[in-house]
């Protein structure tokens, strides 16, 4: 299975995560209750998923890993663009997709996060949510 796939089909692990192409075909969009944490294109052959970050953690991940850049098409400051070429180990883009997940559900509306929280346990919700320094 390549990357893209495995990145893909843990995305869809996420509790209640949907994929959609709201921009077409090539641009698959993953979700949780119509927001966005992850999209993933493919340019000049090589998988990429755009994951929402920490504006802090996005720069230190930017200096750390040279197939982490800006996110394109997105507001640099909050998200990232990982390449998918089989540089960076399947461990930290999980641990990256996790964080852009929480970020998200943190962020939606206050019934839709206590119904998810009740549904799927917070420890489910928010795996990666601890600080990135700890």
């Given amino acids: 299975m390549k990357k893209a796939e495995k990145v893909k089909a843990y995305c869809l692990t996420l509790p209640e995560a949907v994929e959609d192409y709201p921009f077409g075909p090539d641009i698959q ?78 962020k939606l509306r206050r019934d839709f996060r206590k119904a998810l929280e009740l549904r799927h346990g917070v420890e489910k919700l928010y795996r990666s949510d601890q600080s990135f320094w700890v």
């Fill in 29 to 106: 969009v993953f979700k949780i209750k119509e927001k966005m944490f992850g999209l993933m294109t493919y340019r000049k052959g090589v998988a990429r998923i755009n994951l929402k970050c920490d504006p802090e953690e996005a720069i230190i991940l930017r200096e750390i890993h040279d197939d982490v850049i800006p996110g394109y098409h997105m507001n640099k400051a909050h998200w990232n663009t990982v390449m998918l070429n089989g540089k960076l180990p399947l461990g930290e883009i999980r641990r990256m997709i996790n964080r852009s997940y929480s970020l998200v559900v943190r």
